[in-house]
């Protein structure tokens, strides 16, 4: 058996059959627009304009699939100019990190991971 390696499937890859996928980084599995990140924005923007499926990760990542490669290069703008970072320009610590909503969401919550990890990390 080949050995066991971790791949979060942050970035850009081939599917198999000439299109293309992005794992985009989401922050304490929230999608939302705060401060100069405007993750909802832009996945909105792409949702609408690429009619692309959206799948959720267990690492609360997301994934945005069936993209052509010929828009590639414009997904990208609307990232960044939306303030995503992209796989490249996440720190690797952020990358692994994920944070459980506990009180807010939680009555069993005896912790605040969600509020507290940014700051943390």
């Known amino acids: 058996m080949p050995p066991w390696?971790?791949?979060h499937y942050l970035g850009w890859h081939d599917q198999?059959?000439?299109k293309k996928f992005i794992g985009?980084?989401?922050s304490n599995g929230r999608i939302k627009d705060e401060g100069n990140v405007r993750m909802k924005s832009a996945l909105r923007e792409i949702v609408e304009r690429y009619n692309t499926p959206v799948l959720m990760s267990p690492n609360q990542n997301i994934f945005l699939s069936e993209?052509?490669?010929k828009h590639v290069d414009h997904?990208?703008?609307i990232?960044?100019?939306n303030g995503v970072l992209l796989e490249n320009e996440i720190d690797d610590l952020y990358?692994?990190?994920m944070a459980c909503p506990a009180l807010p969401m939680c009555g069993l919550a005896v912790t605040e991971a969600e509020r507290i990890t940014p700051d943390l990390l």
Request: glycine share 10%; proline share 5%; aromatic share 4%.
């Open 79 to 81: 990232l960044e100019r």
């Open 75 to 77: 997904v990208n703008h």
């Open 67 to 69: 993209i052509e490669p």
């Open 95 to 97: 990358k692994l990190h």
């Open 5 to 7: 390696e971790y791949n």
């Open 16 to 18: 198999g059959d000439g």
């Open 24 to 26: 985009i980084n989401i």
